[in-house]
């Protein structure tokens, strides 16, 4: 099994007046790190996706655990891994470590292929479904 893994730097704009991850950022981070695998590791971009195929990959379920906050300036590594791959969806886990390697955040979300005009579900195609089971958990 591979595991994808992308560095994530905290910004301003991630940070309540604390100075600390507003939980709703993580949300778009986990977003982004689901776009870099697509684009790095499935070859294919959102925009290719959505503007060109006229698909996507939304997200339809997802639980998080916010283990440890994270803050103004912090480097974090974000890991994604498959662990289930259905016909027309699969299921992700994305966790978030700082530079010590401390947990801090667990998440898993439900993506499904879907047609975007249409919105409804497709089946993986299967040249991304080759890609992702490399990253399938055993």
């Not at 595991?3 to 986990?30: M, N, Q, W």
């Not at 890991?79 to 969806?89: I, N, P, T, W």
Request: hydrophobic fraction near 50%; proline fraction near 3%.
């Amino acid at each position: 099994m591979m595991i994808f893994s992308t560095a994530i730097k905290i910004r301003f704009a991630h940070c309540d007046p604390a100075g600390i991850v507003f939980y709703p950022r993580y949300f778009e981070l986990i977003n982004s790190v689901v776009e870099d695998w697509c684009e790095q590791v499935l070859g294919v971009s959102f925009h290719e996706m959505h503007l060109v195929q006229g698909v996507g990959l939304p997200t339809v379920k997802i639980e998080a655990e916010f283990l440890k906050t994270s803050t103004l300036g912090d480097e974090l590594v974000a890991e994604l891994s498959v662990l289930k791959l259905g016909r027309a969806s699969l299921t992700v886990q994305v966790i978030m470590k700082g530079q010590e390697d401390d947990l801090r955040l667990r998440a898993q979300l439900v993506l499904v292929m879907a047609q975007v005009n249409e919105r409804r579900a497709i089946a993986l195609p299967e040249n991304l479904r080759a890609q992702m089971q490399r990253y399938l958990a055993n």
